[in-house]
């Protein structure tokens, strides 16, 4: 409710005394306020800046943090008054929403700062008031796009793969990124000389060469070489239709890529082709035939998958699509009406080439845009007169929409410029986490080397003691408190895929066949599980994309070879296996703190075990709240 | 015409520009504190924290009727209360003068708050008589009882029909009118709703609302 409404609301019950001689029924029992009425000034110190304010003020929002008993959580007694530990600039703000009942948006801040700020304090950001609400909107959806970018650039990926993608996901990726692989490279520029080739050949195929021996008529290239040009329209028409149906084959999507721009213009590029084939050398239908050679000339859109600025360019007129159109529509209205005028004015000359209102519009048209053929000249003062208005207002009509379009070209362009710095910054602060998280790790591995917490001399430990702090010790503590529970140990990704090793060999013709027939996913094959795990790792984390396996899960539990355990009942068996997945998949994302945003991926990659998605996703979404929460910055 | 055309102006800058800057400085400051307190029956602090928010919705001070149609139809979403708001702002406005200020409306708060039953019931006799001439006709009742149907809106359970404020007004002079001359008189209305518990007892609902 406003400010205001409750404001006046005394004053609304108050005046209810006018209606009380006129009641046909008793009135109802007023409701009983139990709270103080009186007022008092509350403290709340905000980060070191202290602010003050009635109660009443805070109490008029009560499903906000200060309006409502939340914020006794926050109450000091010592020095009687509110501490908050948060932004004591956006606090300012969020005050005088209490205060005014509007919430302004501070331009010079960070829209992600203050919806957070927003989110803490309980305000939804809907309520910002009229003034600000243009400005948080569009930076709003600006961040919307960067940070949709973002995980499209991480998605898109020059990451290598995960090991076992199919050969489908492999072309996919070659057709996609052709810089990931010199096959695709190779492809790449291939598929561009051709289409350069193909457009060349249409367009020489016109030209008139010199006529046969015995003849004196100049041909078209065309015709004299028809079988060259054939050979050649063939060869690249067929070259096309494997492109197309190999990227059809590779596509995730069938019936999106079929649905897609790219896919319609190849589709139309080879068309005409193959209904040539179809067709009979009909004299009545060939007419129709030579039509669709026409379409031919599509094929140099195909070069939009070579060039960057073609796709901008496209982009624009799509995002232009409704200046564009109100373009369109005030062109014709003014060429109608000039049309229209220029007839009835040109009506009386004798032979005047304005012989009717649509050829009037040809007039219109060549003066709007100020071609002025002079095929159709205005003879009749009036329609001097009417000619000079008409490309007057032409200049006008089209100067208009083109500042819009430029600008949202000029927009278009510098989002792709930014989404090339952003993966150049990627790769760099990628780079920066790997080597972080194994310096984490490596600390971990090391401590556990020199005996750490386990005893050992009194001096190495003593000298390891002093260089850690006390964060770490409890790191480490935590760490080997999961190791005693899991009866597992951590190792380096090295020594792991050694042992991976050794157990494939050793382990798998043994257990296969007595613990494949349990739960699918409990098998106790290291390479199966491994694998398994990666992908689970990979998927369980809050970053964004597969490819990032190798940077991010750089921890892998590995099975001790505590061969003597594994004839134990197979219920303890599972349990401890479900009990170490459950481990492994919060400490991993307790660990792995990238201030991405939540990803996508994970839903839809779930791995096939039936069985464990239950306890996977609990877990998935309690990595989420972890990942906001703790945020281990050493790692 | 030719002014649209910017090809008149130089000549006629002076005169406009003047008037535009007095308009939007009106501002009213209320009687001081002690005044007020010996007018009403409100302590200081209540009157304190009533002027805070009063002067947090109302910066410049004063009420126009437009502004107290507003925020009094918000009350009633359902309805059409701009009628009943103007009886209402007519009846606060004890100067005529077209805008409430803070003391009317705090003397007129005090009065439905805190006075006694007498009080009350001359403050609502008052709001009933719309031309203030001390007798209530059965034109201006019917007017009243019109704008608070009105309040109600459609969606209704039974229905509003369109004799039902007429009925309630006869109602109300069949009770109120003794000497049955058509008008209802200040006093025939305060003995006649003394002698009424129920209005009697109603009238103690609204004391805590502040």
Redesign the interface.
């Known amino acids: 409710m406003a ?3 409750a ?18 029924q ?2 109802p ?2 409701p009983v ?1 139990k709270t103080s ?3 008092e000034i509350l403290f709340v110190n905000v980060s070191g800046l202290r602010f003050q304010t ?1 109660k ?1 003020t805070l109490d008029r929002y009560p499903d906000t943090l200060l309006g409502s008993s939340e914020k006794e959580f926050f109450y000091n007694e010592e020095t009687q008054e509110y501490f908050f530990d948060r932004d004591p600039e956006m606090f300012r703000h969020i005050l005088n929403f209490f ?2 009942g509007k919430l302004h948006y501070p331009r010079h801040e960070c829209i992600q700062a203050f919806e957070e700020e927003l989110a803490f304090y309980g305000i939804i950001p809907e309520i910002i008031g009229d003034c600000c609400m243009e400005e948080y909107r569009d930076r709003k959806k600006e961040n919307q796009e960067r940070l949709a970018e973002d995980t499209e650039a991480e998605n898109a990926g020059d990451a290598p793969l995960p090991p076992d993608a199919t050969l489908r996901d492999k072309l996919w990726r070659a057709f996609e990124n052709p810089h990931t692989s010199t096959m695709a490279l190779v492809f790449y520029y291939v598929t561009g000389f051709f289409i350069a080739v193909s457009v060349i050949a249409n367009v020489v195929e016109t030209v008139p060469c010199r006529p046969l021996k015995g003849s004196v008529k100049d041909l078209p290239c065309g015709e004299k070489f028809s079988v060259a040009f054939s050979c050649l329209d063939t060869a690249c028409v067929l070259i096309f239709s494997c492109e197309y149906l190999m990227r059809l084959y590779a596509a995730p999507s069938r019936c999106d890529f079929a649905r897609s721009v790219m896919s319609v213009i190849d589709v139309v590029a080879i068309l005409p082709f193959y209904i040539g084939l179809v067709m009979p050398e009909n004299e009545e239908v060939s007419g129709a035939f030579v039509t669709l050679r026409v379409f031919r000339v599509f094929r140099i859109f195909k070069f939009s998958r070579h060039s960057q600025g073609l796709r901008i360019l496209g982009c624009t007129l799509q995002a232009c699509a409704s200046e564009l159109g109100f373009l369109l529509f005030s062109l014709t209205m003014a060429v109608i009406i000039f049309a229209t005028v220029m007839f009835y004015a040109e009506k009386g000359t004798k032979g005047t080439t304005f012989s009717s209102i649509p050829a009037s519009f040809w007039y219109t048209i060549v003066t709007m845009t100020t071609l002025g053929y002079g095929d159709m000249v205005p003879d009749s003062i009036a329609g001097k007169i009417f000619g000079s208005i008409c490309s007057l207002s032409g200049v006008l009509v089209i100067a208009l929409p083109v500042p819009v379009i430029v600008s949202n070209f000029a927009r278009i362009y510098h989002q792709n410029q930014r989404a090339d710095k952003m993966r150049a910054q990627q790769k760099v602060r990628q780079a920066r986490i790997r080597m972080a998280k194994k310096g984490a790790t490596n600390a971990f591995l090391q401590h556990k080397e020199d005996g750490g917490l386990q005893g050992g001399d009194s001096d190495s430990t003593a000298l390891c003691v002093k260089n850690r702090s006390a964060f770490e010790h409890q790191h480490h503590h935590l760490l080997q408190c999961l190791e005693k529970t899991t009866n597992h140990e951590f190792t380096d990704e090295v020594t792991y895929s050694e042992v991976c090793m050794m157990d494939s060999v050793g382990f798998r013709t043994s257990r296969s066949t007595s613990l494949s027939s349990q739960q699918g996913a409990t098998t106790t094959c290291c390479s199966r599980r491994s694998k398994r795990r990666a992908i689970r790792l990979a998927n369980s984390t809050v970053s964004v994309s597969r490819g990032s396996v190798q940077e991010l899960a750089t921890l892998h539990i590995t099975k001790t070879p505590v061969g003597t355990q594994y004839p134990q009942s197979r219920s303890n068996l599972n349990a401890r296996t479900e009990d170490l997945k459950l481990n492994c998949d919060d400490y991993t994302a307790a660990i792995i703190s990238i201030p991405t945003p939540p990803a996508n991926t994970p839903d839809e990659s779930l791995p096939n075990s039936p069985a464990i998605p239950g306890i996977l996703r609990n877990s998935r979404s309690s990595t989420y709240n972890t990942q906001e929460t703790v945020k281990i910055s050493s790692l | 015409m030719l002014k649209q055309f910017g090809v008149w102006e130089p000549l006629s800058l002076d005169e406009s520009s003047e008037c535009e800057l007095e308009l939007s400085t009106v501002r009213h400051q209320p009687e001081g504190l002690e005044q007020l307190q010996a007018q009403t029956q409100f302590t200081r602090k209540e009157l304190q924290s009533l002027y805070r928010d009063f002067k947090n919705e109302c910066p410049s001070g004063l009420v126009d009727e437009e502004t107290f149609k507003t925020i009094y139809s918000q009350f009633f979403p359902q309805g059409d209360a701009t009628t009943y708001a103007h009886f209402l702002f007519n009846a606060f406005d004890m100067d005529r003068n077209g805008t409430i200020h803070f003391e009317d409306f705090v003397i007129g708060l005090s009065v439905l708050l805190r006075g006694s039953e007498t009080e009350k019931l001359r403050w609502a006799f008052n709001l009933y008589d719309i031309n203030k001439d001390g007798c209530i006709t059965k034109e201006e009742m019917l007017a009243i009882m019109t704008s608070i149907y009105d309040m109600m809106g459609r969606y209704t359970y039974p229905s509003v029909r369109d004799d039902d404020p007429s009925e309630h007004v006869d109602k109300f002079f069949q009770k109120m009118d003794r000497n049955r001359d058509g008008v209802v008189t200040i006093d025939e209305f305060i003995e006649t709703c003394q002698k009424d518990e129920d209005i009697m007892a109603s009238m103690q609902l609204f004391e805590n609302v502040i």
């Open positions: 400010a205001g409404v404001t006046w609301m005394p004053f609304a019950r108050a005046a209810a005394v006018g209606w009380l001689p006129l009641a046909q008793t009135m029992k007023p306020d009425r009186s007022d009635w009443n205060r005014t």
